[in-house]
């Protein structure tokens, strides 16, 4: 059974076009929900963590909430360079993190 | 920077043949971890180190083998390598913290022939 399930697999918007990422968890044993930004070729960067539901981290044009269920990266007029693949994952058990597939943005000038 | 360097970045080599990567950190952290990146599956936990020969599997464990005899250190190793195991393998830290966050290298790209 997957615990992180991310949607849509790839997203394709037009500069200054806000919209939302969707990462869906298994709630049962979550220590924490995290969030990072993949460039190709590259290592996934970290953006937030999300411990309980209710919580909102921001950084820039990014903004990731949390639900008892769901948790969403908002992206606000978003710009090219924030092209990037997307990624979700959950803490279960300690030192067990299962990523998402990954959601892959594609930002058009 | 996390002060993370993988090596070799990029490999091809054959079916059947031993291959070792390694991750070196400079920051002493505890926590030491290799994944596998593939389409379609997302980052997997192969193996992950809690300190210094500690070591514990992940989902996909079958066919590696880590080592760490030193803190900076942690070694991936394919015994005899498949075709299945061509992937992108990546590397991560994480310090001592309960809650803290992965960072990861830059990633080896193993192409099994």
């Known amino acids: 059974e997957d615990q992180v399930t991310q949607s849509p697999e790839a997203l394709r918007l037009q500069e200054g076009e806000s919209s939302s990422l969707n990462c869906s968890y298994t709630v049962s044993g979550l220590r924490g929900l995290f969030w990072y930004r993949q460039d190709p070729g590259k290592g996934p960067e970290f953006l937030f963590t999300l411990y309980s539901a209710g919580e909102e981290k921001e950084k820039e044009r990014l903004k990731a909430t949390l639900t008892k269920k769901e948790s969403f990266l908002h992206i606000t007029a978003p710009k090219p360079e924030d092209s990037a693949t997307y990624l979700c994952?959950?803490?279960?058990?300690?030192?067990?993190?299962?990523f998402g597939s990954g959601t892959k943005l594609n930002v058009k000038p | 920077d996390a002060g993370i360097t993988q090596s070799p970045r990029h490999k091809v080599t054959e079916t059947g043949t031993p291959v070792t990567l390694r991750c070196h950190q400079t920051e002493n952290h505890r926590y030491m971890y290799w994944y596998r990146q593939d389409p379609g599956h997302g980052l997997r936990l192969i193996h992950y180190s809690y300190g210094v020969k500690d070591t514990d599997k992940g989902e996909v464990s079958d066919g590696y083998s880590v080592s760490r005899s030193k803190t900076e250190d942690f070694l991936l190793t394919l015994e005899s390598a498949t075709s299945s195991q061509t992937s992108v393998y990546f590397c991560?830290?994480?310090?001592?913290?309960?809650?803290?966050?992965?960072?990861f290298g830059e990633g080896s790209r193993l192409t099994v022939l």
């Open positions: 991560a830290i994480r310090d001592g913290r309960d809650t803290g966050e992965l960072f």
């Open positions: 994952a959950g803490e279960y058990n300690f030192n067990k993190f299962y």
